[in-house]
């Protein structure tokens, strides 16, 4: 194996590991809900949100896949040098936010990442602005969807169970529960893992190891679902606590509402190729049930501290991401 194939593989070991990493930083996402409302025990419930995240590529394109390997960075500008800075970014701003138990964005850490790198390569020309500002208004638009539409359904489903007791209206929300986190983790992997696969496939790209066009493999496709399962497996429990009862307390329906408003946000982004936050989305929806019932319901203090992470997020990973491919330069041909 020649030294190319070498930075190649172990390049492609370190986007599986971001990969990995963001199934643990993302975990909170799939089960925090259904974990807090006491219906799956944590064990149990990585377990359900790791199975739907490996499944979700045959349900979904690989839109965003493609917006992330070919429309935030000129893909003919890409290299090993750029790769690798963006990952480190990613990697590096996970781990910190993980490690304080913030959930901040793992897919807005690798857009950044990306822009950073891609800066300091080639200065503005590096970035694809539309694709870039088509992710951008997704920062601020997918929070506020998941809110709206959890708090909608939270005030239809509270309509429709009015005359139905509490006893019962918490059992049937429990076994609902279910459908919804398969749901929304459904969402999760189909969102999440395809920013990975679209790092991976541009830099075969690059390396004309895939062809003359851009295309994403399917052992790229099953590579990304199964370490983004893994990671979930492992699970973030630091960032569980945080979302599943730092923001608000949780009944079986307001979880059921959160993650349901969550998972439509999902599907519709996905649909679209535009690679959301599911860490912004599942906040956005959590807070919304919490607003249903009065605004006093959430920890605005906490939601705030979230919304500072997510502005830092793209920059704090760029700077990290610019700082990496500067110190690279061993990576040059």
Not at 175 to 203: E, P, R
Not at 210 to 218: C, E
Request: glycine letters at 12%.
């Amino acid at each position: 194996m020649d030294g190319a194939s070498v930075v190649l593989v172990t390049l492609i070991a370190v986007a599986l590991l971001f990969d990995f990493l963001n199934g643990l930083h993302d975990a909170a996402n799939s089960i925090a809900t259904i974990v807090s409302t006491r219906v799956l025990r944590p064990q149990y419930a990585v377990f359900w949100a790791a199975f739907f995240n490996f499944i979700a590529f045959a349900f979904f394109g690989l839109h965003v896949a493609n917006t992330v390997g070919s429309g935030i960075v000129d893909a003919h500008i890409v290299d090993d040098r750029l790769i690798f800075g963006a990952l480190t970014g990613a990697i590096v701003w996970n781990v910190v936010t993980w490690l304080v138990g913030i959930p901040s964005s793992s897919s807005h850490a690798l857009i950044g990442g990306l822009v950073g790198a891609g800066l300091a390569k080639a200065g503005t020309s590096a970035i694809v602005w539309a694709g870039l500002s088509k992710t951008g208004a997704a920062i601020v638009l997918s929070p506020l969807l998941g809110f709206y539409l959890a708090l909608l359904l939270m005030l239809a489903v509270s309509w429709i169970f009015v005359r139905v007791t509490p006893i019962a209206v918490d059992s049937s929300f429990r076994i609902l529960q279910f459908v919804s986190a398969s749901l929304y983790s459904l969402g999760h992997g189909g969102n999440d893992a395809q920013k990975t696969m679209g790092v991976i496939a541009v830099l075969l790209f690059a390396h004309g190891a895939g062809g003359a066009t851009f295309h994403v493999p399917l052992w790229v496709v099953l590579s990304c679902q199964s370490a983004m399962a893994l990671g979930t497996l492992f699970g973030g429990w630091r960032i569980v606590h945080t979302m599943g009862s730092k923001i608000t307390r949780l009944t079986p329906m307001q979880g059921f509402c959160a993650e349901t408003g969550g998972a439509m946000t999902l599907f519709l982004a996905t649909g679209l190729g535009i690679p959301v936050s599911t860490t912004h989305t599942i906040t956005g929806a959590i807070v919304g049930v919490g607003a249903a019932r009065r605004v006093s319901a959430v920890r605005w203090n906490v939601a705030q501290n979230i919304v500072v992470a997510w502005v830092l997020t793209m920059p704090a990973a760029g700077l990290i991401a610019a700082l990496a491919y500067a110190g690279a330069g061993w990576l040059e041909p």
